[in-house]
């Protein structure tokens, strides 16, 4: 029914606090993995990506973590602003032979409370 | 740079209807994806291009939808009957080329809902 799938992971933080969110992926062969934001009515917004060969990785206010051995992915999100407020969805992806399909996780909705 | 545009953002239609939607991916991109994503679920991909021609179309139910991508630019998606479960955003995006690490534009979406 059209329930199924409604109820995302929520998060809620308050303005300035750190977030992270988690993702586990599912298949071990993945080598490059994205993080996605998506705010009401538009489509997904890259935020930052990691190859396979590195744990960690930083951008403006934000960090990947990659654990491999647990095939665990988490974003970090530093001083949590409101517009921080969306979904964000990891992805995962076998890039062998130049492809570029990646596969989605469900998404987790981050709410930041001013 | 202009975006992904896609167009109607939303389309209302009774099932067993017909609907199809277009993508104009960003200029020069060659890669272009039309993916489905149903109310609190991620993206699926139904069809990957290259240019104008198909990558991956294993999970496009291809009883009732099809897409093209003739000139190797823009790119249509049809439905055709529409069913209940149809309804879900299509989202389409694209990519420079075959750099497995270039980055993905999404346009805005189209929303379908099938009454």
């Known amino acids: 029914g059209e329930s199924v799938g409604l109820h995302l992971p929520t998060l809620s933080v308050q303005e300035g606090d750190n977030s992270i969110i988690n993702c586990a992926y599912s298949?071990?062969?993945?080598?490059?993995f994205i993080w996605y934001k998506q705010e009401s009515g538009k489509g997904p917004q890259f935020i930052i990506d990691?190859?396979?060969?590195?744990d960690k990785r930083q951008g403006q206010r934000v960090t990947v973590l990659l654990n491999k051995t647990v095939k665990h992915l988490s974003l970090q999100i530093a001083a949590t602003q409101p517009g921080d407020s969306a979904v964000y969805f990891c992805?995962?992806?076998?890039?062998?032979?130049?492809?570029?399909?990646?596969?989605f996780g469900r998404g987790t909705s981050l709410i930041v409370h001013p | 740079e202009a975006g992904v545009a896609q167009s109607p953002r939303y389309k209302i239609i009774e099932k067993r209807q017909s609907v199809a939607f277009w993508c104009n991916p960003i200029?020069?991109?060659?890669?272009l994806y039309w993916y489905q994503q149903i109310l609190g679920q991620g993206p699926k991909l139904l069809i990957q291009?290259?240019?104008?021609?198909?990558?991956?179309d294993s999970q496009l139910p291809k009883d009732r939808f099809s897409a093209e991508r003739l000139k190797g630019v823009d790119s249509t998606l049809k439905i055709q009957p529409a069913k209940l479960e149809d309804s879900a955003v299509y989202l389409c995006?694209?990519?420079?080329?075959?750099?497995?690490?270039?980055?993905?534009?999404f346009g805005p979406g189209t929303r379908l809902t099938v009454l």
């Open positions: 291009f290259q240019n104008n021609g198909v990558v991956d």
């Open positions: 298949n071990s062969a993945s080598d490059y």
């Open positions: 990691i190859r396979s060969n590195m």
């Open positions: 995006a694209s990519r420079p080329g075959s750099n497995s690490y270039n980055e993905q534009f």
């Open positions: 992805a995962e992806t076998v890039t062998s032979g130049g492809s570029y399909i990646p596969t």
């Open positions: 200029s020069g991109h060659a890669t």
